[in-house]
């Protein structure tokens, strides 16, 4: 998704390269934020602030998230006021438990009790003990209900697994949807926009990996790292989760994945 749009919106010609990813950061994270903070409340007190510092009401950004919007202790993550609108995409949890293994160091019972966890978190303190990067995630059930229910600033859901099925017709409606959002209304440029298919397929962008790295990953600097664009769409939880794992979130996610037409 973050490949597509900025190759899309930040290319002449829709021809993805890896560094056209810096017109797309994420946030929360330690650059937008010029007040350290030293717990996670502090961190989530300076959310809604530090969209204002940094985000001048002038220009467009996009941005990319792993955050909740449920409250943190009484801070919401942000609000109309800072956010035009938002496009979630949802996955299979028992295919998001194996891309969790693949790029934090757990196993499947530790990934299985993170998307429970009705208190989970990603972080990363740095020398300084500034927490700023502080995201709440919430259980995963929680986490995709803050933004279903959201009904604040439009939300776009998009289905991990359509992106495979049907590429054309759904990056297409996300363009149209950002068009929209904006209020622009420009004509989509058809021959960019398959430029910028075509690049940010995933077997081309783990072949760019492959020649030439890719430094979000969280194991880049291991001697012997995985790689970020590992299975893909060949993730298949039916090959690839033990059963007892697979039965346990189909029990504890089961109204979600009826409703998302999972089972």
Known sequence: MRSFLSSYYYSKDGKFDFNQLLNI????????????????VEAAKNWINNQKKFFTKEKLFFLKTHNSLEEYFGYRFTKSSETLGAIYIVRDPRNVISSMCNHYPMNFNEAY???I???ASLSLKNSEGDLSNFSFLGSWSNHYKSWKNNFEFKT????????EENAHDEF??????IEELTGK????NKRKFENSINSTNFSSLKQKEKLHGFKESLTYKKDNKTNFFNLGFKNKWQQNLPEEISSKIKDKFFNELKELKYE
């Open 25 to 40: 950061t994420q946030f929360p994270a330690l650059m937008y934020s010029d007040v350290k903070s030293y717990t996670y």
């Open 117 to 119: 966890d009705e208190n």
């Open 156 to 163: 776009l859901f998009i289905k991990y697994e359509d992106l």
């Open 185 to 188: 209304n420009e004509p989509i």
């Open 113 to 115: 009790n993170k998307m």
């Open 172 to 177: 297409w409606k996300i363009l149209t949807f």
